[in-house]
């Protein structure tokens, strides 16, 4: 029963190393789309609007690498993949408040104003999207399986009857 559930365990803690791995290299990307969205979006759009149109694109950017990279983390059901967009909501919320507070010295006032979608703030519904992307990206990559492998059986009949009726 111990060798039970410290094997849950290694499991569980493999699962959020790998998480917050792959964490790690959302916010790389998104860091570097903020950097594109300052130079090239602002300039011509102003900062909230430049703001609201990369909140999407960042959406997509969060759901192709979490599309690309959810088989590596070995969650199997849907409370592990809710686990690890909740350990992304959480460390995400962290970063932000970090970021802002202490290197671009903005106030909380600024920093929770882009939570809050009264003031045209999307993060929040970012957020709840973050949550969520790992259970998408998961949905997403089992359909895209699902297509190739039906895809591959058509193929593979076709093919046989092709040589079959060769002779």
Do not use: N
């Amino acid at each position: 029963m111990a060798r039970m559930i410290f094997a849950l365990m290694r499991f569980r803690v493999r699962m959020l190393r790998r998480g917050f791995a792959i964490w790690i290299i959302i916010m790389l990307a998104e860091s570097l789309h903020g950097t594109v969205r300052v130079l090239l979006l602002e300039p011509y759009l102003g900062a909230a609007r430049a703001r609201q149109i990369a909140f999407f694109t960042g959406m997509a950017i969060i759901l192709a690498l979490a599309v690309a990279l959810i088989r590596w983390i070995p969650a199997t059901g849907i409370s592990q993949l809710l686990a690890v967009g909740g350990l992304w909501t959480i460390l995400t919320f962290g970063f932000e408040c970090l970021l802002g507070r202490y290197v671009m010295a903005y106030s909380w006032e600024r920093i929770f104003a882009d939570y809050d979608p009264r003031k045209g703030g999307l993060m929040s519904i970012g957020m709840i999207f973050l949550t969520l992307a790992p259970l998408l990206a998961a949905k997403i990559r089992k359909y895209l399986w699902d297509c190739r492998y039906v895809s591959m059986r058509a193929h593979r009949r076709a093919w046989r009857k092709r040589d079959l009726h060769m002779f």
